[in-house]
């Protein structure tokens, strides 16, 4: 696709009706994620419609990656031989968020080797999926099988593997390559998301640290938090009180406020305070791919 091409054509439509589309859009999206969650709720596939426990060999699904079914890794050609790159990671997002939102989808560009285009690990329950592709895989490997734009996929299930990276080299539909040419060359027109329920820890960081300090709540359990907050409270002038400490604390524990909220309730400006959000150390990790020489396969 030619991306300048594609600019001038936003051009050409103009920002109201830009936003019109994008509004009709969205509006599509959110339709289709409420059945989603319509369906998720009763154990079912919104694509499908059938229970996530049943599989049909002569009609793929996504909800096979669930492996609530018989799926074996030997089908995983049949399923993205039916559907693309972005279907199958937005519906795995989707999935993911269902049980934490968020917090199961490491897409932090920090953690991203530089050399690659993407590089996304989600976690459900007890498995978990990535996908990869590096720049020699959006080009193609010259002089080998692998000589098309594709990118690799792992799954494993209880930490072991059920498919390797390395096992397929799946290739981009049309609609990926469009998608992904545009945001590469045109980040500062086009913005590529994973629709309503598709959020992960990329966007999780990019919200306004004092946004994420009012607007969130505690979690008793770590392995359930999105964020990890800190904060450093050093006195001024008087000592700080413990009192005021132990109240601040009280309240935290009784409405599932962060510290960092009450600090200027209690504190007041006696104080000087820095606080620092940060990933969960819940949020998984990426899974590498390890290099391998390749024998022109």
């Known amino acids: 696709m030619d991306p300048e091409a ?49 599989i049909s060999k002569e009609k793929p699904c996504l909800h096979w990656l669930l492996r609530r079914c018989k799926f074996k890794a030997k089908d995983f050609p049949k399923l993205y ?3 693309d790159y972005h279907q ?57 099988k692998s000589d098309f734009p594709h990118f690799h996929f792992q799954m494993r299930i209880e930490e072991r593997p059920f498919i390797k990276f390395n096992s397929h080299h799946i290739p981009f539909s049309e609609r990926d390559l469009f998608n992904l040419d545009l945001v590469r060359e045109k980040p500062d027109i086009v913005h ?20 994420i300090v009012e607007n969130t709540t505690l979690c008793e359990d770590e392995a359930e938090a999105t964020y990890h907050i800190q904060t450093m409270i050093k006195a001024d002038k008087e000592p700080i009180s413990g009192d005021a400490i132990v109240a601040m604390a009280e309240e935290s524990r009784k409405t599932g406020k962060p510290m960092a909220s009450l600090v200027q309730k209690y504190l007041g400006e006696s104080v000087q305070g820095s606080t620092v959000v940060s ?18 396969q």
């Open 279 to 296: 990933p969960s150390e819940s949020v998984p990790k990426i899974a590498k791919r390890t290099a391998r020489k390749r024998n022109n």
């Open 88 to 144: 199958i990671e937005s519906y795995l997002r989707w999935i993911a968020n269902e049980e934490r939102f968020q917090g199961n989808i490491n897409d932090l560009k920090d953690e991203r080797s530089e050399k690659k285009v993407f590089q996304t690990t989600i976690q459900w329950k007890n498995i978990e999926w990535t996908f990869e592709c590096s720049e020699s895989d959006y080009q193609g490997h010259e002089g080998t």
């Open 192 to 211: 590529h998301d994973f629709g309503p329920g598709g959020s992960g820890m990329q966007e999780a960081v990019e919200i306004e640290p004092q946004d």
């Open 6 to 54: 594609f600019e001038k054509m936003l051009e050409r439509l103009g920002p109201e009706e830009i936003d019109h589309r994008n509004q009709s859009q969205h509006e599509l999206n959110l339709q289709e994620y409420e059945r989603f969650k319509d369906s998720y709720s009763r154990g079912e596939c919104y694509l499908c419609g059938k229970p996530f426990k049943t």
């Open 81 to 83: 031989r039916e559907f």
